[in-house]
């Protein structure tokens, strides 16, 4: 059985993550195959969104502590990322927009998962949490550089130290996620939403990843001359001439990413 189930339709590519047995808990095989398919869609000009999700009741439960690393061996000891920094990398610099499709419990490093994606959506009955303080371990995969960007630092200290439940209302309501749909619509509500984004222009949406992930880290000159460079590159596409003509004969735009 696949550990990833890779589908693309209509230019979004749904990521499936395919242990329901184990709740979608991350191995060896997992990390890697997602890892691939993170950068392939990111070459892919067919693809204009990425859409992660879990199948089952889970969304990914972190680490499968049925196969702890042993950081026995020299690879694993001089290694400075592990799979869960490339994980996260994988998500920041996959120049699609990612969506994190929250269908079931996130926890550990399956919730960094959902945080290091662009924009999270969540089924009301799915719960979230950070989890790590309950195994004895800190967190890992970017825990502790989304968690509060999002939401604060207080708040992201309190959930790490109590690796509490936060349910699908508090998380929306604390900015985790940009919305909640219902059980028996989240996968529709979420593939309409992607759909939507798949129409947009993909040259702006990949330079608009771009600058909001450096954002984060550089001064504002550096994002003003980032911001005036990527707006010269989009002025030069025909996406642009295609937005114009939209506007001005009043109908929707037609974006074909050249």
Same mark, same amino acid.
């Given at each position: 059985m696949n550990e990833l189930i890779i589908d693309t339709q209509d230019g979004i590519r749904t990521l499936t993550l395919n242990r329901p047995e184990r709740l979608n808990a991350i191995n060896d095989a997992l990390s890697k195959q997602l890892e691939d398919a993170l950068a392939q869609a990111s070459q892919d000009d067919t693809v204009r969104v990425v859409v992660i999700t879990g199948n089952g009741r889970a969304f990914c439960t972190g680490?499968? #502590?049925?196969? !702890?690393?042993s950081f026995d061996t020299r690879h694993e000891q001089l290694d400075d990322l592990g799979w869960v920094g490339r994980q996260a990398l994988g998500i920041v610099h996959c120049d699609k927009p990612v969506i994190a499709a929250i269908n079931g419990v996130a926890a550990g490093a399956g919730f960094s998962l959902a945080l290091a994606c662009d924009l999270c959506f969540m089924s009301e009955s799915a719960i979230v949490k950070t989890g790590y303080i309950h195994r004895g371990l800190s967190p890992d995969a970017g825990m502790s550089y989304f968690l509060p960007r #999002? !939401?604060?630092h207080a708040r992201a200290t309190e959930m790490i130290f109590t690796g509490r439940d936060v349910n699908a209302e508090e998380a929306e309501?604390?900015? #985790?996620v940009c919305n909640v749909f219902s059980d028996e619509t989240f996968r529709e509500s979420t593939l309409d939403f992607a759909e939507g984004l798949a129409q947009g222009p993909p040259v702006a949406l990949t330079l608009a990843k771009r600058l909001l992930v450096t954002s984060s880290e550089a001064d504002l000159p550096t994002i003003l001359k980032q911001e005036y460079a990527s707006i010269k590159t989009c002025f030069g596409t025909d996406d642009v001439k295609e937005g114009v003509q939209a506007f001005l004969e009043k109908r929707k735009p037609l974006f074909r990413g050249k």
């Open positions: 680490l499968d #502590l049925t196969a !702890v690393p #999002l !939401v604060g309501q604390i900015g #985790l």
